[in-house]
T-cell receptor, first 116, second 115 residues
């Protein structure tokens, strides 16, 4: 099946720094990718939809200036957490829909962000 | 707005037991329902996907059922093993456009199978 690769799997950073997370579709093209956030013992909450070649669509309550999304190619989307604070510590997961069956999504392994 | 509820939130069973995880959803006009497994600190692994026209799907020791009219799905795990320990997530999709906004997740059931 299709594979979505996410990097890094774990990152620790100091408060105030920025962190970039990469999401790649390895064997298929994805014009759209999705970014989720998951707090401990909670479910996945959609943060934004990344669109190749255009601006991302953010969900209500998600700050677009804090969570910068870039989808510069058909296989790569990046999420940058700018000026990270401890409350941004969470598990971030990306996904991409199947190129043919759009209602099937493939998920990355996730990135655990810990902000000190 | 679609809401997905999973009960119980946590479950601990001895090895070898058969068990059932429950998922309920408020809007029965779903396109499909999917069960995922999530290991600690890891991403999601798709287990079973049931289309709205189907009643159940089976894969190995796993069987998922869907009762759309009552807004319920169950995941049955036979002869549980310690390796089944993980969080199980249920997700329902309302439409076919492929938008993630149509995919709603439950909060999961954390399963521990004791050796």
């Amino acid at each position: 099946g299709a594979v979505v690769s996410q990097h890094p799997s774990w990152v620790i950073c100091k408060s105030g720094t920025s962190v970039k997370i990469e999401c790649r579709s390895l064997d298929f093209q994805a014009t759209t990718m999705f970014w989720y956030r998951q707090f401990p013992k909670q479910s996945l909450m959609l943060m934004a939809t990344s669109n190749e070649g255009s601006k991302a669509t953010y969900e209500q309550g998600v700050e677009k200036d804090k969570f910068l999304i870039n989808h510069a190619s058909l296989t790569l989307s990046t999420l940058t957490v700018t000026s990270a604070h401890p409350e941004d510590s969470s598990f971030y997961i990306c996904s991409a829909p199947d190129s043919l069956a759009k209602n099937i999504q493939y998920f990355g392994a996730g990135t655990r962000l810990s902000v000190l | 707005k679609q809401e997905v509820t999973q009960i119980p939130a946590a479950l601990s069973v001895p090895e070898g037991e058969n068990l059932v995880l429950n998922c309920s959803f408020t809007d029965s006009a779903i396109y499909n329902l999917q069960w995922f497994r999530q290991d600690p600190g890891k991403g999601l692994t798709s287990l079973l996907l049931i289309q709205s026209s189907q009643r159940e799907q089976t894969s190995g020791r796993l069987n998922a059922s869907l009762d759309k009219s009552s807004g319920r799905s169950t995941l049955y795990i036979a002869a549980s093993q310690p390796g089944d320990s993980a969080t199980y997530l249920c997700a329902v999709r309302l439409g076919t456009s492929g938008s993630a906004r149509q995919l709603t997740f439950g909060s999961g059931t954390q399963l521990t199978v004791l050796p």
